[in-house]
């Protein structure tokens, strides 16, 4: 793994933000990675696969003349994201933005999950988050500098999710803290997005036998980052999501939970 040089960098690079982005292998993360590359933002991209993370890292220091290093971590395990937390203490990295985006999904009965997966989904969904997010804010405290958080929850946040039962349960816990902490920092000039996707086309998604529409993962990158700049507290991604969401906002909660029982239970 390549240091992260924070040192005896050039005048450009010293005017750099750098953003730290987990899930940065595919999908949202990858997407997020190149829109903030293209704005001019120096990188930093946590995920498993790092042979991946490499030649994404080398593409995107050609195509945007930017710095981008790797750091591969299992954030499904308490030692991956201590390691991850070890490479920034060590390195002395400071970061200017965090994207919590690594996610897990299991769709499937609750009673056929196995308690080992639930828990590498919770790990990765909601305490790699809220321990980053933490790292961060301590980091930024103790420096008096100010910084961003983007917390990449769900729309299953908003109402629980039959065959989605831990996911659902995962995304609502991302939602209420990255909301209950914007509140605890409104005073202070740390500013956090909780962004709301409904089902993209990513590979998470497009692995799980989901009957819903997707929508385009660039589509809702770009919703993200827009959102992040109008300094927008919560973002719910695309047109139709943002229309169903609205609509859904009349029917009872219970009732909810069972149309959505029914819509995966008839899916093909």
């Not at 954030?75 to 201590?82: D, N, T």
Request: glycine share 4%; hydrophobic share 40%; proline share 3%.
């Amino acid at each position: 793994m390549e240091e992260i040089n924070t040192q005896a960098k050039s005048p450009d690079f010293l005017k750099s933000k750098l953003a730290l982005i987990t899930g940065a292998s595919s999908g949202i993360g990858l997407n997020l990675a190149r829109l903030f590359a293209k704005k001019g933002y120096d990188l930093v991209l946590v995920a498993r696969r790092e042979g991946r993370l490499e030649k994404i890292s080398d593409k995107l220091k050609k195509v945007y003349n930017i710095e981008c290093k790797v750091i591969k971590a299992d954030l499904s395990l308490a030692k991956g994201l201590k390691k991850l937390i070890s490479v920034l203490e060590e390195q002395e990295v400071v970061i200017d933005l965090l994207v919590n985006c690594a996610g897990i999904l299991c769709v499937d009965k609750a009673q056929n999950i196995e308690l080992k997966n639930d828990i590498s989904l919770m790990y990765t969904n909601l305490i790699s988050p809220i321990e980053l997010s933490k790292y961060c804010v301590r980091k930024w405290a103790e420096k008096e500098r100010k910084g961003s958080i983007i917390n990449i929850s769900s729309m299953a946040a908003f109402c629980p999710h039959p065959y989605m039962a831990t996911y659902s349960a995962s995304k609502a816990g991302l939602y209420h803290y990255s909301l209950a902490m914007a509140a605890e920092l409104r005073k202070q000039c740390i500013y956090i997005l909780t962004a709301c996707p409904g089902p993209t086309d990513t590979d998470l998604i497009n692995k799980n036998d989901l009957s819903y529409p997707k929508a385009k993962v660039s589509e809702v990158a770009y919703d993200i980052i827009r959102a992040y700049e109008q300094k927008k507290k919560v973002v719910i991604t695309n047109r139709l999501y943002k229309m169903l969401h609205f609509i859904s906002s009349v029917i009872p909660k219970l009732r909810k939970i069972i149309l959505i029982a029914y819509i995966m239970e008839n899916r093909d």
